[in-house]
């Protein structure tokens, strides 16, 4: 076989002699920064443990900055934002045993939202692997059995040629369609042995393209040109592909109302003639959704919260378009199409043709109409207010993280994110404590750029510790507590299901002055004062927290 030696690079005089004298007291922790810096990494999450010491002391050497957060999991949660925000791979760094362990909380919630998390995790010596009992500190019989559940790929590396590797294989994964978390774990003892290989140059570890089939986008062009009734459930994968404005083309050029999914807030304009905005947990949606004699459903699986609790029964044809090849037709028999939702909504745009539906955006404001008077009826003047609020004071372009509280169940319904890849939650996994330490990582990818927080009294409790984070790294971030007393939605589930509670209720600290101490300012709010509180937050630089004192309910499902 004989190759063609023209393309290789070519290097200068200067470049080959640093190649072949490395400069000295490098180890395999070098190797990991210098991949990360290879393949365009700028910003690391983490936290140092023992075994990962070598990874952490080439940090002194590398141009990589470093977000230190205070636990693992907060530490992987900003890795999961920020990679949300960028659309670019977050590097985190992780120690072995309890320390990668504290972090799979986070790695789900990354793998259910499609956010590109690449964990680099050290691990025992080498001479402790293989399931023995050496009992070595952190030993773990099979560490990589905790995480294959949950990441997309697992690499492995046991000597120091391997590093580039693995974290370029790994890296290529994590932004392959679907995005996701991956797991790359190297012992101690390699990361810490010196290493006299040269300096790790520019790599390429380019994602893999997922297009759609030319027949299936053929096939569901000519369904949804001949629909009287086109409908289209645009999901997180449209926000994940940047496919906002080929997702609006197509829906005016079929004329179809568009619904958003929770995971898939700001991907369609809330106001536009077309919006049906999100009441998925609403019958009068459903029932809108279930009347279309075409559904088209771009980067959703009809999950749970999608389909109104699984109570939603589609009666047209259904069109599925997922990169996930998992979820095609998990849920409802479809057409399914196993491709990137830019992709696939940009060759349906060219394909499809034109119709004219006068009747469309009138079908639109009696669904949204019957829906108000639905909730007005129910008497929640407090909750739509605080909302409003948070919107009010909350620029366009700023991003906002919302925990697993009962305003945030609101948020997802009820919220104008306004523009694409602005709103986020955990609604993936529905992990309590995302929004601080997410919020986090939002303000370490763009700290031009205010950031807001949104946590329950009960969630907050997971973060407190990362207000010290938040001052070391002087972000520029607003964190919203709600405070309630307790575990709001569980509080109203558990009444609903049994008449009474338990474990609910929660003593809890003043959160005013618990910021305060660590030198972040804060200030207690009432409804009233809330949009003007917020505001004047938001603008001022650095982190800073608002309370809001306040017993908030959930406006009534419609699924039992």
């Known amino acids: 076989m004989s190759h063609d030696h023209d393309d290789r690079p070519q290097l ?18 070098d190797l990991v920064v210098e991949s990360l810096q290879g393949l365009g990494a700028t910003t690391v999450f983490g936290l140092p443990g ?19 957060l205070r636990v693992e999991n907060n530490a992987g949660f900003a890795a999961d934002a920020y990679g949300r925000i960028t659309g670019e791979v977050a590097p985190l760094l992780l120690s072995t045993g309890p320390g990668a362990l504290t972090s799979l909380a986070a790695l789900q919630e990354a793998a259910a939202a499609s956010a590109p998390v690449l964990a680099i995790s050290s691990q025992i010596p080498t001479a402790g692997l293989g399931g023995g009992r050496h009992g070595y500190l952190h030993e773990l019989r099979d560490q990589q059995a905790s995480v294959r559940d949950i990441v997309k790929s697992v690499h492995t590396v046991r000597a120091a040629s391997q590093i580039p590797s693995a974290i370029a294989a790994a890296w290529e994964s994590a932004l392959t369609a679907p995005h996701g978390p991956v797991w790359v774990e190297i012992p101690q003892d390699v990361l810490l042995a010196e290493t006299t290989l040269p300096v790790v140059s520019a790599m390429d570890a380019t994602p893999r393209e997922l297009y759609p089939r030319p027949e299936l986008t053929i096939a569901a062009a000519h369904l949804l040109s001949n629909a009287e009734r086109p409908v289209i459930i645009a999901g997180g994968g449209v926000v994940r592909s940047d496919a906002s404005g080929k997702l609006r083309a197509l829906a005016e050029k079929l004329d179809a109302p568009v619904v958003t999914t929770f995971g898939g807030k700001g991907a369609f304009p809330w106001e536009h003639p077309l919006s049906l905005r999100s009441w998925l947990e609403d019958r009068h949606t459903t029932d809108f959704l279930e009347d279309a004699d075409v559904l088209l459903v771009v980067g959703s699986g009809l999950g749970e919260l999608s389909s109104n609790y699984h109570t939603f029964r589609p009666r047209g044809r259904v069109i599925q378009i997922e990169a996930d090849a998992g979820k095609l037709e998990s849920n409802h028999p479809a057409l399914g199409i196993h491709s990137d939702a830019r992709e696939a909504l940009a060759d349906l745009l060219e394909t499809v043709e034109r119709r004219e539906d006068t009747g469309a955006a009138e079908r639109v404001r009696t669904v949204l109409e019957k829906v108000r008077v639905r909730i007005d009826a129910q008497e929640l003047t407090l909750e739509q207010q605080v909302l409003a609020a948070v919107r009010e004071a909350l620029p366009d372009a700023s991003p906002s993280f919302w925990d697993m509280t009962i305003l945030a169940y609101w948020a997802w319904s009820a919220f104008d994110a306004r523009r694409p890849n602005t709103m986020h939650s955990a609604q993936g996994a529905g992990g309590l404590g995302y929004g601080f330490p997410a919020a986090i990582g939002a303000a370490a990818a763009d700290p031009t750029t205010p950031v807001l927080a949104v946590s329950g009294d009960g969630g907050a409790m997971y973060s407190i510790a990362e207000l010290a984070t938040a001052r070391q790294y002087d972000l520029p971030l607003t964190w919203l507590i709600v405070d309630d007393g307790g575990y709001g939605i569980l509080r109203e589930y558990m009444t609903g299901a049994f008449g009474e509670t338990t474990g609910t209720e929660l003593s809890r600290p003043d959160f005013v002055a618990l910021a305060e ?20 937050a938001l603008t001022t630089p650095g982190p800073s927290v608002v309370v809001l004192p306040a017993l908030l309910r959930m406006f009534e499902p419609t699924h039992l």
């Not at 200067?14 to 490395?22: D, G, I, N, R, S």
């Not at 990874?55 to 141009?63: I, K, T, Y």
């Not at 030198?519 to 917020?534: I, S, Y």
């Open 12 to 29: 200068t005089a200067a470049q080959a002699a640093a190649v072949l004298t490395p400069p000295p007291g490098r180890n395999g922790g």
């Open 50 to 68: 023992q075994h990962a010491l070598g990874m952490f002391d080439a940090l002194r050497r590398s141009s990589l900055r470093y977000v230190g």
């Open 517 to 536: 101490s660590f030198g972040v300012p804060a200030v207690r709010t009432t409804p009233e004062t809330l949009a003007a509180d917020l505001s004047k």
